[in-house]
């Protein structure tokens, strides 16, 4: 303060004389002027003679304006040593009473050192821009601190309450595990959210609003003083940390290939689903808003916010992407395949807006990284997709289904087929990603593919059946449902009429083939060799009444064992198991009571005939409307 106090007191003495010296120059002048504008017009003959005299007075008036603007000189002098001093006091106070006020003192100091060296005329001047630049200099080291505690104090992480509150209804997380029987993956509700509604995302609030100028001032001071680094540095700091806190709490892990290979596929189905809301969420709220505070602080700094931007991002994104690429390369499975789709979805969701929010030269390793991702899971998709045919064919759980039911393995590769329909569209573009041709073509090839090794896999497993008629209830059952399951979805317009046609008539085989193996035998019991064989005729010519008695035994034997193991047996659709029970009736029923009118009477006549005719023909039509109910072996008759 010294030697800038000094200074400013010399130039003021030299100011107050130069103003004494004015006055005294003005007088005089004054006085001339008068004298001679008096004598004007009668000393028009002395004009020569006075010639010395009028060129004295130019020159006195030449002098008056220069004394008049150094003086004018002096007082702008004067008046940035007033400025000066009064940005040094606010300065010397701190930015912590009045930050407003300190910007101004730090625009007022740069005006100064402005106004001095822009003029080299001012030799003096060159003292007091050293003071001022060292001045400013303190200033700006005391503006890093603000800068780094205002952003501290508005760099907290976002509770995840918060975030979800920005998202629409219809995206916000939930729980619940996929249906029973279906494949893991979305459920079909949430599938089609995006198609059936426009979705409207509210950006959170990371920083106050009222905050912003006084970031936006203080960054632009020090980068105007050299400290681009510096602030780029400070802004890191603080935001990154609040950005890596906030996925943190929203539940984000850093997991690698051999975390997730270890885990419970119940356990990583759940991580995924997180890890899809996740993904939406740190792109379209927390990232999108992170970058608009970047750019609105740095606003007239294009290089800056980039910079800013990616530094404060990249470890978040890298973390994001990190479990993504640690599911694209674990082991392949086909319950994967429409999780893997499930993320392929999101990423190219995402893609466009990714694009944009990390543009810049800076955001290069998030953007490539992020695009490779999503090629890394279109072709591990592709890859679990094109496997799953061979799954299939190839499959050998042991489950066993004792009374010919509807295979595990049937249900399960139907309700596969349909999920793949909700992904109709994202098959589309996984096709078109590796440029092959037709995608519907694609799709139907390969469904009718994966049909026919399920026919093919269904065909082996019917072998483990030592009951020749329940491989063929088993078959019937089985293609049954696959038939009637494609009919009533989408794969009908895919797989076509024909293959339906054909599969109907594959179910009406082995229905007939069920009803030759299972009843031929028996109906053979109902004929006799020799016998007259017309309808009508009560001839029991050649018949012994033994012959008669041992082949109602027989029936009788045989009715009870097949009532008994086929009552166990189970036709799973109601239509089906009517059908086949009328089918049967219609082939048992007449051919019994044939026999009964033609033999019965050989029986009745004897000792206790009800030994050998056991059954009324209704008691056969009431017993036949309890088969194929998959009864306990020890659940009593009706």
């Known amino acids: 303060m010294g030697a800038y106090a000094v200074a400013m007191e010399t130039l003021t003495e030299?100011?107050?004389?130069?103003?004494?010296?004015?006055?005294?120059?003005?007088?005089?002048?004054?006085?001339?002027?008068?004298?001679l504008g008096s004598f004007d017009h009668r000393l028009s003959a002395l004009e020569t003679a006075m010639r010395p005299t009028q060129l004295k007075t130019h020159s006195i008036r030449k002098a008056h304006e220069n004394i008049d603007k150094t003086l004018k000189t002096a007082e702008a002098v004067l008046d940035q040593f007033d400025r000066?001093?009064?940005?040094?006091?606010?300065?010397?106070?701190?930015?912590?009473?009045?930050?407003?006020?300190?910007?101004?003192?730090?625009?007022?100091?740069?005006?100064?050192?402005?106004?001095?060296?822009?003029?080299?005329?001012?030799?003096?001047?060159?003292?007091?821009?050293?003071?001022?630049?060292?001045?400013?200099?303190?200033?700006?080291?005391?503006?890093?601190?603000?800068?780094?505690?205002?952003?501290?104090?508005?760099?907290?992480?976002?509770?995840?309450?918060?975030?979800?509150?920005?998202?629409?209804?219809?995206?916000?997380p939930s729980s619940g595990s996929p249906r029973e029987g279906e494949p893991a993956g979305k459920k079909p509700s949430d599938h089609h959210i995006k198609s059936s509604e426009t979705v409207v995302y509210q950006l959170p609030t990371l920083v106050p609003p009222r905050i912003m100028p006084l970031l936006q001032e203080i960054s632009k001071q020090m980068v105007q003083a050299g400290h681009q680094q510096q602030v780029a540095i400070l802004y890191r700091e603080a935001r990154s940390t609040a950005v890596e806190q906030t996925l943190k709490k929203l539940g984000v892990e850093k997991l690698g290939k051999d975390e997730v290979q270890k885990m419970q596929w119940e356990v990583l189905e759940s991580k995924i689903g997180n890890w899809i809301h996740f993904m939406r969420i740190a792109v379209k709220l927390l990232f999108t808003a992170e970058k608009k505070v970047c750019d609105d602080i740095f606003q007239s700094y294009d290089s800056l916010k980039d910079q800013c931007f990616a530094e404060v991002t990249g470890t978040s994104v890298i973390t994001l992407l990190s479990f993504g690429d640690a599911i694209a390369r674990s082991k392949k499975s086909p319950e994967k395949l429409f999780v893997l789709l499930d993320m392929y979805e999101i990423m190219r969701e995402l893609q466009p807006e990714m694009e944009v929010i990390f543009g810049s030269k800076y955001s290069t390793e998030m953007r490539e990284a992020f695009t490779a991702l999503t090629k890394k899971l279109a072709k591990t998709a592709k890859k679990t997709f094109a496997?799953?045919?061979?799954?299939?064919?190839?499959?050998?759980?042991?489950?066993?289904?004792?009374?010919?039911?509807?295979?595990?393995?049937?249900?399960?590769?139907?309700?596969?087929?349909?999920?793949?329909?909700?992904?109709?569209?994202?098959?589309?573009?996984l096709f078109k990603e590796f440029g092959e041709g037709d995608s519907e073509k694609q799709l139907a090839f390969i469904t009718t593919k994966i049909m026919q090794a399920l026919q093919t896999n269904l065909e082996v497993k019917s072998k483990q059946y030592k009951d020749p008629a329940l491989t063929q209830l088993f078959l019937m059952n089985n293609i049954h449902y696959i038939v009637r399951s494609v009919r009533r979805s989408e794969a009908k317009d895919l797989l076509g009429d024909d293959w339906v046609q054909i599969h109907r008539r594959v179910v009406q085989q082995h229905a007939n083939q069920y009803k030759r193996i299972a009843w031929s035998k028996i109906l053979q019991c109902l004929t006799i060799q020799g016998a007259n064989s017309a309808v009508d005729s009560n001839s029991t010519a050649g018949v012994s009444r033994a012959m008669v008695k041992e082949r109602f035994k027989t029936f009788n034997t045989l009715f009870e064992e097949i009532h008994q193991r086929q009552s166990q047996w189970t036709v799973p659709d109601s239509e089906l198991r009517e059908s086949l029970r009328l089918a049967v009736a219609e082939v048992l029923l007449p051919a019994y009571r044939s026999f009964i009118r033609r033999f019965g009477p050989m029986i009745e006549g004897g000792k206790n005939p009800t030994k050998y005719i056991r059954y009324t023909p209704e008691d056969l039509e009431r017993m036949l409307a309890e088969f194929f109910e998959g009864k306990t072996w020890n659940e009593p008759k009706r």
């Open 14 to 35: 030299r100011a107050a004389l130069m103003r004494e010296s004015m006055k005294k120059t003005q007088a005089i002048t004054d006085n001339v002027v008068t004298i």
């Open 84 to 172: 000066s001093r009064e940005a040094e006091a606010k300065i010397l106070r701190g930015p912590h009473e009045d930050l407003e006020s300190y910007l101004q003192a730090v625009e007022q100091l740069r005006g100064v050192i402005q106004f001095f060296t822009g003029n080299k005329n001012f030799k003096s001047g060159i003292g007091i821009v050293s003071q001022a630049n060292n001045l400013l200099g303190k200033a700006i080291l005391k503006l890093e601190e603000e800068f780094r505690q205002i952003l501290s104090l508005y760099s907290k992480p976002v509770e995840p309450d918060l975030l979800f509150d920005c998202l629409p209804n219809s995206m916000r």
């Open 387 to 429: 496997e799953f045919e061979e799954a299939v064919e190839k499959d050998c759980t042991k489950t066993a289904v004792l009374d010919g039911t509807v295979h595990p393995l049937t249900s399960y590769v139907i309700n596969y087929v349909k999920f793949l329909f909700d992904y109709h569209s994202t098959l589309q573009q």
